[in-house]
């Protein structure tokens, strides 16, 4: 079990939901890719677009915020992993998606650039000593480990489509 003090009370459900099945971060990352990619490659145009009420983001969109979460998550997990002290700063999802177009793009082409980013994931995580790690780091004001980000990458992923799943109707 991660101890708590590695991560943000926020990411306490994300993490811990992946950590109980007591695989490694590379397994989680390729399962949680798997089930996501097998659980969205055939929905229709009028899925990928619907947003559950007003406000709240369409699939696509999503998508793309898990893209772009695990995109800055790796960035932190790679500067905490190579022992920078430097303080990360946040990053305003709401701003991300406003500014995304991730509406207007090609649901294979969202699709695969998730596939592309998790193998990066995986990757860098292949590449990470035990002793990496276990560095901390400090993101958004918040101290974080790289096995945290690790186990929150798929967490987060796993989260989103549950959503997906069950706010958006999608099977």
């Known amino acids: 079990m991660i101890p708590e003090n590695e991560y943000a009370p926020y990411y306490k459900n994300y993490i811990q939901q992946i950590e109980k099945n007591g695989k ?6 390729v399962i949680s890719q798997d089930d996501f990619q097998q659980s969205l490659q055939n929905i229709s145009i009028e899925k990928q677009l619907f947003a559950y009420d007003t406000g ?5 969109q999503v998508v793309q915020h898990i893209i772009d979460t695990e995109r800055v998550f790796c960035y932190r997990a790679l500067c ?11 990053f305003d999802q709401d701003l991300f998606v406003a500014n995304d177009n ?13 596939r592309v ?36 990458c798929s967490g987060h992923q796993l989260h989103h489509l549950n959503v997906l799943k069950e706010r958006y109707l999608l099977v």
Do not use: C
């Open 56 to 60: 709240k983001w369409t699939v696509k």
């Open 80 to 90: 905490f992993a190579r022992n920078d002290k430097t303080a990360l700063p946040g």
């Open 24 to 29: 490694s971060i590379v397994e989680n990352l």
């Open 117 to 152: 980013v998790r193998q990066g994931t995986i990757l860098l995580y292949d590449s990470f000593t035990q002793d990496a790690l276990l560095r901390i780091g400090s993101g958004s004001g918040k101290n974080m480990s790289v096995r945290a980000i690790g186990f929150m």
């Open 102 to 114: 991730a509406n207007a793009r090609n649901w294979s082409d969202l699709l695969e650039e998730m």
